[in-house]
């Protein structure tokens, strides 16, 4: 699904810029990024370490807050919001899939990925119903009640998969999702992203430095020194 | 997150960390089981000193005359009455609508040299007016064996005990029965060498019971054969015009009658005991110890809170990268709260049911305790002495709950704070 076939934009961030304290000293991670991102697009943010590309996904991802700039996602303004819409945003909007995968480590599987709706209040039995569902969907309808620490890394990857679609997002970010695995592993997770993508019409923004990675998406964004490259 | 869910994540999370878990609410165990086991005796003594004293009337009043303040140099003497229980003042309070007995009391002087002769044997013995009755609460009468006990307004009767009888060789049932109305000799010795001897006619014979406190005499003797006693001892036959009664037991007709005669006697000077106010004394002594009591589970329910915020604190510092994870998936500060909060209020309420199963426990072995130790001073006193309610336990159980939610809104606010990414980050 190429970006000029949709003309609805889903994520539009603009001059967008986020500066970090280190120690006495700033560091300027975002100088200025413009960004937009149609419904339905697959996009790679690529760049070398500390190009500012995990910044951007944060931001869109309403878990940091830009220093300037603006950033809309699905016609909420995040810049300027406070923490209830903050929330409601990453609870309602997006979903997100780690490198390190970021599971409960006491939790199952299932639990896992019912977590997030414990939060939207959705009843304990619709919880399990949905994240059973997404399991299978993801390949792991055996595996239903492993704890992380049962499962290999890329079946970890696919229950935080799941864990992102649980709540029904409309943006799945993904910040090298692939990090932690070999690349066998890495191009299966991708390649369900795809799908996913393909299929359910799922947005989803990678962050990867990695080129295998990358030529999954639709679009690649390069980012350098906090600038957008193209 | 609805309170169910709250709950159970909370339970679980506290099951993580199980030895922690019991740790952090031991002190709030110590605490409630303080506060629990004091304010239970509280509960339980008023009870039982109520109950007692249902018995007993609260309407009684005892009045002694009042006397000079003892200075150092007298106050091993007799002290000097200034205010007389005179026989006017006795007939005044006889004469009351609200009043319905009146027995005035004369004490048989201490270190008094009195035998008992029956026939040509006698032996030195005790004797006192009946110290048994509604002035004296806490002591039962004695066992009566042949006869009949004194009674109020007897004169010339002598009330003896068994063992007296059995020091002159009469001994069993039938001696006692048989000297029932007979004459008896009390022979004084004044030191100042004189001799007289008081003849009595026998109106009953008692067993004595040793161990209840109070003294033990060998015979009992009416008020008005005490004061002819007292009177020939200081050889003084107006000593009752110089010294007045030695004691007045008035029984009003209702508690508030009581009340009132304790106002007017003590505007009068009298020194004044009434159940009352013996009543109120004891409450007092509970109050003191239920203070000293209740600050030692309030002190330990402080560290106890202490305890339990640095427990929180470091639970944060532990869990900061699943509280990122948490926000990350969409829970908001008021989330993450509550859920730290209900873990502080859940270590409370853990330790409070400790508490309270450790205070009951800990009132029954207390309660076996005391009436063991009763018995064996043959203290005639049963009962309850610690008497956990169940507001008793709803209170404590709620209290230990507070104390743990107070503890975890430090802790709480903090985890609330943290910045998701931050938290994400944190290694």
Same mark, same amino acid.
């Given at each position: 699904m190429a970006a000029e076939a949709k003309d609805d934009v889903l994520v539009r961030a603009s001059g967008l810029t986020r500066r970090f304290k280190m120690g006495d000293s700033y560091v300027d991670a975002l100088r200025g990024v413009d960004l937009s991102v149609a419904r339905g697009e697959f996009i790679a943010l690529v760049? &070398? #370490?500390? #190009?500012?590309k995990s910044t951007v996904l944060n931001l869109i991802g309403g878990l940091d807050r830009p220093t300037g700039g603006e950033v809309w996602v699905n016609g909420t303004? *995040? #810049?300027? #919001?406070d923490e209830r819409t903050l929330t409601r945003h990453r609870r309602e909007q997006v979903g997100f899939v780690f490198q390190s995968f970021n $599971? *409960? &480590?006491? *939790?199952t599987a299932e639990e896992n990925v019912a977590l997030p709706l414990m939060f939207s209040r959705v009843p304990e039995k619709d919880r399990f119903l949905r994240a059973r569902v997404l399991l299978r969907q993801v390949g792991l309808g055996e595996r239903l009640t492993h704890r992380p620490t049962q499962l290999s890394g890329g079946e970890q990857q696919r229950v935080a998969i799941a864990r992102a679609l649980v709540g029904r997002p409309v943006l799945l970010l993904a910040d090298?999702?692939?990090?932690? $695995?070999d690349s066998a592993i890495g191009a299966e997770i991708m390649a369900l992203l795809r799908e996913l993508n393909e299929e359910q019409g799922l947005t989803v923004l990678v962050v990867t430095h990695d080129a295998e990675v990358a030529a999954f998406a639709d679009r690649i964004v390069r980012l350098r020194d906090g600038w957008v490259e193209s | 997150m609805t309170l169910k869910d709250l709950v159970k994540t909370s339970l679980s999370n506290l099951g993580r960390y199980r030895v922690r878990t019991v740790l952090s609410s031991v002190g709030v165990t110590v605490g409630i089981l303080t506060i629990v086991t004091m304010l239970s005796l509280g509960v339980g003594v008023k009870r039982e000193i109520a109950h007692v004293l249902e018995g007993v009337g609260l309407e009684t009043v005892r009045i002694r005359p009042a006397t000079e303040e003892g200075t150092p140099l007298t106050q091993f003497l007799q002290p000097q009455r200034t205010v007389l229980i005179t026989q006017e003042f006795v007939d005044e309070m006889r004469a009351?609508?609200?009043?319905i007995d009146v027995r005035p009391e004369i004490d048989v002087p201490w270190g008094i040299n009195i035998s008992l002769r029956i026939g040509d044997e006698a032996i030195p013995i005790t004797v006192d007016e009946v110290p048994w009755g509604p002035a004296e609460p806490f002591a039962a009468p004695p066992e009566l064996v042949a006869g009949a006990g004194l009674v109020p307004g007897d004169e010339g009767k002598i009330y003896l005990s068994s063992d007296s009888l059995t020091a002159l060789g009469l001994e069993g049932r039938e001696a006692a029965e048989s000297l029932v109305g007979q004459q008896v000799e009390l022979v004084v010795q004044a030191p100042r060498g004189d001799t007289e001897v008081f003849s009595l006619q026998v109106t009953g014979v008692f067993e004595p019971k040793y161990g209840f406190d109070g003294p033990y005499f060998d015979a009992h003797i009416g008020v008005a054969d005490a004061l002819a006693l007292k009177a020939w001892w200081y050889n003084d036959p107006d000593i009752l015009a110089h010294d007045g009664y030695d004691a007045l037991m008035i029984r009003a007709a209702t508690l508030s009658d009581a009340a009132e005669i304790v106002n007017i006697v003590e505007g009068r000077g009298f020194g004044v005991t009434s159940l009352q106010s013996m009543l109120e004394q004891i409450n007092q002594v509970m109050i003191l110890v239920q203070t000293m009591l209740g600050s030692v589970g309030g002190l330990a329910l402080l560290v106890a809170s202490l305890g339990i915020v640095n427990t929180m604190v470091m639970s944060i510092y532990e869990r900061t990268r699943e509280i990122g994870i948490l926000k990350a998936v969409g829970a908001s500060p008021g989330n993450i709260r509550l859920l730290f909060v209900m873990e502080a209020a859940l270590i409370g309420l853990i330790g409070g049911v400790a508490g309270v199963i450790g205070g009951w426990l800990l009132s029954l072995g207390l309660n076996e305790g005391i009436l063991a130790y009763l018995a064996w001073r043959e203290v005639p006193l049963t009962g309850t002495f610690f008497v956990l309610t169940g507001w008793l336990v709803a209170l404590a159980l709620f209290f230990a709950t507070i104390v743990g939610l107070l503890a975890g809104l430090y802790p709480a606010a903090r985890a609330a704070r943290l910045e998701p990414l931050d938290a994400l980050r944190y290694e």
């Open positions: 760049g &070398p #370490s500390g #190009s500012g303004a *995040l #810049s300027a #919001s $599971l *409960l &480590p006491r *939790l090298e999702p692939t990090g932690n $695995l | 009351r609508q609200d009043v």
